[in-house]
């Protein structure tokens, strides 16, 4: 195993994804079992990938809550055990200096990229890192409006200098990301890498990029079960779900037009598997959830001679938990895209996400062959 260290910087350093994230590569550290964490089963263990007592964490963030602080809220709502407090607390502590606040831009957009990309260039060099991956895990954003930059790096270049605001945040990091010669990739449903100039800004520099929208939940379930129902013949005619979640990601998702990105991204890979159905996705915000959510699905489907059929499943579980060995496999995979050259999107990382970058595949099977032989091939 090579001893090189990654930095991970993570846009949303301070929530709750992030902590547990950076909270998880610590208890691993002292010995903790790395459940969930797909480049640890033996599929990956010849696959070089940077080890994760290697990965040096620092982020952007927009409050300025301690992690140790957010370490116990989490841990008091069972997001992560009693106990651990005690031993990645100094961790935690030691990680503090490399957070950036972001505060109220008073410069233009293109002023607010160079800042951010200086800061990720500084964190690289206070830590000797031979690299850096940059994971956005904050808030997801509402659609943003397109302009016609999106379409032209130069023109994108020029408007950024202007007074007015012509890309959202998740935009920003991305450039941000690139400007450091870090990849990128997204864990939230946002703009983000969408517009074809960001995407083409981390092409002309060699670039890696990646996303969009985890799947840790529901649609991780549908993109199991839906491929089962066309390899069985069976006609599915309608799929509703319903998702009860609390916490910042919940309150988040109260908002209509917030909603409306994550909502597309959960049906995209349904309609791609099993064609257009009846029955929509519903988000609710129940706040004395916390940290959980629960997800309720109903399928109704015919059989041989048409006779009706239905499928129920419910899902539970704690949404940061599931996140966080993920961002750290993504973390791995995305360096090593980094240092073997690869420039560009990267559909084979599609295993992990709703809407996957360059990628139509939604199937988990098929996705996750993919990355093995991505990984294979390397």
């Known amino acids: ?107 233009s957009q293109y002023e607010q990229v160079k ?23 904050a808030s997801t954003e509402a659609p943003y409006p397109h302009h016609p930059s999106h379409d032209d790096v130069g023109v994108l270049r020029h408007a950024l200098t202007g007074a007015d605001d012509v890309l959202p945040a998740s935009s920003l990091a991305a450039l941000a990301a690139f400007e450091a010669a870090a990849s990128y990739v997204d864990f939230t449903p946002s703009n983000s890498i969408r517009p074809a100039a960001v995407r083409q800004w981390a ?19 549908k993109s199991v079960l839906a491929p089962m129902f066309s390899a069985r013949a069976l006609q599915v005619h309608a799929w509703s ?9 919940g309150a988040t998702l109260a908002d209509p037009r917030t909603a409306q990105s994550k909502n597309t991204s959960k049906e995209r890979g349904l ?5 257009d159905v009846a029955g929509e996705v519903h988000i609710d915000y129940v706040d004395p959830m916390g940290d959980w959510k629960t997800a309720w699905d109903h399928i109704v489907f015919s059989g ?30 995305s360096a090593a895209a980094l240092d073997r050259g690869h420039v ?4 084979f990382l599609g295993f992990y996400f709703k809407d996957p970058v360059d990628s139509t595949e939604h199937s988990l099977v098929r996705q996750y062959d993919e990355l093995l032989r991505w990984v294979r091939e390397c």
């Open 304 to 333: 041989f001679l048409g006779v009706r059929m239905t499928m129920q499943f419910t899902w539970q579980g704690c949404d940061s938990a599931l996140a966080a060995p993920l961002v750290l496999d993504l973390a791995r995979l």
């Open 241 to 249: 779900g319903t998702n009860l979640l609390g916490g910042g990601d």
């Open 344 to 347: 560009g999107a990267m559909p």
């Open 203 to 221: 092409a002309d520099r060699g670039l890696p990029f990646g996303g969009q929208d985890a799947k840790t939940g529901e649609t991780l379930v």
């Open 115 to 137: 800042q951010w990309a200086a800061d990720i260039r500084t964190f690289a060099e206070r830590h000797d890192l031979e690299s850096v991956v940059a994971i956005n895990v």
């Open 271 to 275: 309609s791609d598997l099993i064609g």
């Open 1 to 107: 195993m090579t001893e090189r260290r990654v930095g991970v910087w993570l846009f949303g350093a301070r929530g709750s994804v992030a902590t547990t994230t950076i909270a998880g590569a610590a208890a691993l550290r002292h010995g903790g079992a790395p459940v969930g964490l797909v480049t640890e089963t033996p599929a990956f263990a010849d696959a070089g990938l940077v080890p994760t007592d290697q990965l040096v964490f620092g982020g952007h963030d927009i409050v300025e809550t301690p992690l140790t602080k957010r370490l116990e809220s989490l841990v008091a709502g069972g997001v992560l055990p009693h106990g651990i407090e005690s031993l990645v607390r100094a961790d935690l502590a030691a990680t503090e200096p490399d957070l950036v606040t972001v505060v109220d831009r008073q410069v």
